[in-house]
């Protein structure tokens, strides 16, 4: 569920760099987009009815990139704050945490 299906779509082509697949409305003031390439797929819906999104606070979405130092300069350019890292817990791996517009937690890991 997101609160704004305009910036959260926004937000995952420009940052994340999926792309919308496919988008309809579902009823009155509904509306569901699917966005990602390939397999695997992620459904945004916007109810307008819907005041607040509670997305817990255990949950994140994690997205591999070539270059974690070149992702962090890219979102700040963007206005997006990093919410936490970079981590490097070995060698093999880093990552750092951002919020998407609905406080979303979003992880970019670069395999090392």
Same mark, same amino acid.
């Given at each position: ?15 994340? $760099? ?17 966005? $990602?390439?390939?397999?695997? =797929? ?33 979102? =700040? ?16 791996? =880093? ?18």
């Amino acid at each position: 569920m997101v609160k704004n299906l305009e910036e959260s779509l926004k937000f995952y082509n420009e940052v994340v $760099g999926l792309t919308i697949n496919s988008r309809f409305n579902s009823g009155s003031g509904v509306e569901i987009a699917f966005i $990602g390439d390939d397999e695997t =797929k992620i459904e945004l819906i916007c109810d307008e009815d819907l005041k607040q999104v509670d997305l817990g606070h255990d949950i994140s979405f994690g997205f591999e990139v070539n270059s974690v130092d070149k992702m962090m300069t890219f979102v =700040k350019e963007k206005g997006i704050d990093i919410q936490s890292g970079p981590f490097q817990p070995n060698p093999h791996m =880093k990552f750092f945490y951002i919020l998407d517009p609905n406080g979303l937690k979003i992880q970019f890991v670069e395999n090392i």
